[in-house]
């Protein structure tokens, strides 16, 4: 099984700065593309920055210059450094990876979604 944890979700100040984590876990051989979504209430689900394996990024234009997605590939894990926050930030972040792993013999590529974290942001 795979499991992908999300952390550092909080309340913040217009302005401020928080940094999300996505740290994967299980029988992970390798992470393809990981990414960041969000979704405000009564709002669809929206993709807000991938990164590839490689290093390649990518970003909606609304947080383009803001935020930075990274990752730890010896770790397994992804972020989000999410600068000068604003009122149209707050929502539920997911983390998204594509996994390929190892079951039974068998090895499987499949995406992999996150429980969220809430970010909220104070006017």
């Known amino acids: 099984q795979v499991q992908l944890v999300e952390s550092g979700g909080d309340l913040v100040q217009a302005g401020g700065s928080l940094r999300l984590s996505c740290a994967a876990s299980?029988?992970?051989?390798?992470?393809?593309?990981m990414g960041w979504y969000r979704q405000a209430p009564g709002k669809q689900r929206e993709l807000v920055a991938t990164?590839?394996?490689?290093?390649?990024?990518n970003y909606v234009d609304s947080v383009k210059v803001r935020f930075t997605i990274s990752r730890d590939n010896a770790k397994n894990t992804v972020y989000l450094q999410m600068n000068s926050l604003k009122p149209e930030d707050p929502a539920v972040y997911f983390c998204?990876?594509?996994?390929?792993?190892?079951?039974?013999?068998?090895?499987?590529?499949?995406?992999?979604w996150g429980q969220g974290t809430q970010v909220t942001v104070s006017s």
């Open positions: 998204k990876a594509n996994i390929r792993r190892n079951s039974g013999g068998y090895v499987y590529t499949s995406d992999y």
């Open positions: 299980g029988s992970i051989l390798s992470i393809n593309t």
């Open positions: 990164i590839t394996s490689s290093g390649r990024t």
